[in-house]
């Protein structure tokens, strides 16, 4: 496991540290908004819909970062399907349990929850159109290309100028 040579790698890092800075500024803003309307239980809500919509969409960013660490092992395919798709296994199964938890608890304004649960995946679809747009990312990527031209190349014993496939008549 390797520094990751992987084009994308700069984009979900830089993906992520924009996320985290939104969120940080939209937990502000719901839990102000929901503590106007609602209170306490609205400041709660708030800033709970945007931490769960922050961690779960930052899942499958760092499942992603850390499959590709192992760029270039033979395996490469195999882990990292089984890394995005673990990581996505596991934000279903965590956010079941939390969704059971949270049902009819009586500190949680559904309404506030909700539309911070809604803010915080809209913000994350944003962030992902603005950096994609301003990242310079080629249309064929992690490529080597050839550092020589074969044709520039002496013709080998044998086969004379025509090539090795072609004879001369």
């Keep these: ?61 760092l499942s992603i970062l850390i499959a590709n660490r192992w760029y270039g092992d033979p395996l490469y395919v195999q882990f990292f399907f089984a890394i995005v798709l673990g990581g996505w296994l596991l934000k279903l199964g965590i956010f079941v349990v939390i969704m059971i938890v949270l049902a009819g608890q009586p500190w949680i304004e559904p309404m506030v929850f909700f539309l911070s649960i809604v803010a915080g995946v809209a913000m994350s679809l944003i962030i992902d159109v603005v950096v994609l747009t301003r990242m310079r990312l080629p249309n064929v990527s992690d490529v080597q290309l050839p550092t020589e031209n074969p044709e520039d190349l002496p013709p080998e014993a044998g086969e004379g100028e025509a090539g090795p496939n072609l004879r001369k008549s």
């Design 1 to 61: 496991m390797s520094p990751s040579p992987v084009s994308s790698t700069p984009i979900l890092r830089r993906t992520l540290i924009w996320s985290a800075i939104a969120a940080a500024v939209l937990a502000v803003v719901a839990g102000g908004i929901g503590f106007a309307v609602a209170g306490g239980e609205g400041l709660a809500s708030g800033l709970l819909g945007v931490l769960l919509a922050v961690v779960f969409l930052g899942i499958t960013g």
